[in-house]
């Protein structure tokens, strides 16, 4: 099982999205405070259907908090448009967790800093396009770490 961190999230359609997909998929979600919405925003639970309350999510009220939980650091692997390394080229384990930022500025530089030895990924584009968002950038890295995991042999 993967975990997917979103770390102050703003949009609750991504959110709501990227909780059923998190779902269907087996991984867990974890949302880091402050979000842009409230948990029972009626869009949230939109886009998450009814699913909502069958979903593994914890949140935290820092990032901080957060980062305490986590048992080896190694395995945590930051996506951002910036990175060089693509997302392709990291050999997945169960556990790992997959960490996104916001979507009007994905990971602070200060975030990004206390994490000089991991693995910062990007999802390669044509180029004419800046990023994905959110939820798709999501939905391609569960996608691959999953594969590799061999995850779908629920």
């Not at 029972?40 to 908090?65: C, H, I, M, T």
Request: hydrophobic share 40%.
């Amino acid at each position: 099982m993967l975990n997917v961190v979103l770390v102050y999230p703003e949009i609750p359609n991504n959110t709501g999205n990227i909780g059923r997909l998190c779902l269907g998929t087996g991984c867990n979600l974890h949302l880091i405070h402050p979000l842009g919405f409230e948990i029972s925003d009626k869009q949230l639970k939109r886009s998450g259907l009814d699913y909502w309350p069958q979903l593994n999510v914890a949140e935290y009220q820092s990032f901080e908090e957060w980062k305490s939980i986590v048992p080896d650091l190694s395995r945590i692997f930051l996506f951002s448009a910036r990175a060089t390394q693509s997302f392709l080229d990291v050999k997945y384990e169960e556990g790992d967790w997959l960490v996104f930022g916001q979507e009007s500025k994905g990971l602070s530089a200060d975030i990004l800093n206390q994490f000089k030895d991991v693995n910062y990924l990007s999802i390669p584009t044509t180029g004419k396009i800046r990023s994905f968002n959110l939820a798709n950038a999501v939905s391609f890295a569960i996608g691959e770490g999953v594969k590799q995991t061999n995850g779908f042999n629920f």
